[in-house]
């Protein structure tokens, strides 16, 4: 019993949470391939994309900081619904040319795996778990 509690990450801060940190990396990417969108997309796609991908880490950090578990859990409802955002301008992203579909498809393996590890932290911090 004592081992699997030293095994145990300590979650002081919102910057320990994995959801925190892959949400971060997906972010940070996907400024990366908003930099290869044509100029005139810098206030349309773009725009859209980078503040949608930003909002999900942003909403996690500042539920976390709510310090209060029913304000979390909203926060992390509305990262996603910001994840399903991004997920949906991706996917349009695609159809009007400006990202290839496989590149999507790295993309989409990932909002998927962010979209399981959001609801898994909701599930278990509506049923009491740890913050």
Do not use: P
């Given at each position: 019993?004592?081992?699997?509690?030293?095994?145990?990450?300590?979650i002081n801060d919102?910057?320990?949470?994995?959801?925190?940190?892959?949400?971060?990396?997906l972010a940070a990417d996907?400024?990366?391939?908003?930099?290869?969108?044509p100029r005139?997309?810098?206030?349309?796609?773009?725009?859209?994309m980078r503040?949608?991908?930003v909002s999900i880490p942003a909403n996690i950090a500042e539920g976390f900081g709510r310090a209060?578990?029913?304000?979390?859990?909203?926060?992390?409802?509305?990262?996603q619904g910001s994840l399903k955002e991004l997920e949906t301008l991706t996917l349009l992203a695609?159809?009007?040319?400006?990202?290839?579909?496989?590149?999507?498809t790295s993309f989409a393996d990932r909002y998927q795996r962010l979209g399981k590890m959001l609801v898994s932290f909701v599930r278990a911090?509506?049923?009491?778990g740890k913050q």
């Open positions: 019993m004592e081992e699997d509690q030293k095994n145990r990450a300590t919102y910057r320990d949470l994995d959801v925190w940190k892959f949400s971060m990396d996907i400024y990366g391939v908003t930099k290869t969108f005139e997309e810098m206030f349309g796609m773009t725009s859209q503040r949608a991908a209060q578990r029913q304000s979390f859990i909203q926060f992390l409802r509305i990262a695609v159809r009007v040319e400006l990202l290839d579909a496989q590149r999507s911090l509506e049923k009491g």
